[in-house]
């Protein structure tokens, strides 16, 4: 890996898109955007396809799945 990551998603109708950088240590995702944004969160396995990633200092849970 090469440390990039791509996301997309779907806001009203509209998809959203998102690039940057990420560091992955101790279960711990840091995303830093483009933008200079950074998220941080812990990272449990769901399955061999997907992830959840909680954003630190919520319970906010987001599942990512490896797209196909």
Known sequence: A???FALAFV????????????TFN???LILT????????G???NVSEKA?????QGTSSKLQFQKAT
Do not use: H, L, R
């Open 42 to 44: 812990g990272v449990a």
């Open 2 to 4: 090469d440390g990039s």
């Open 11 to 22: 806001k009203d109708g509209k998809t959203i898109k998102s690039s940057g950088q990420y």
């Open 33 to 40: 955007g483009s933008d200079s944004s950074k998220i941080t």
């Open 51 to 55: 992830f959840e990633f909680t954003i």
């Open 26 to 28: 101790n279960n711990q």
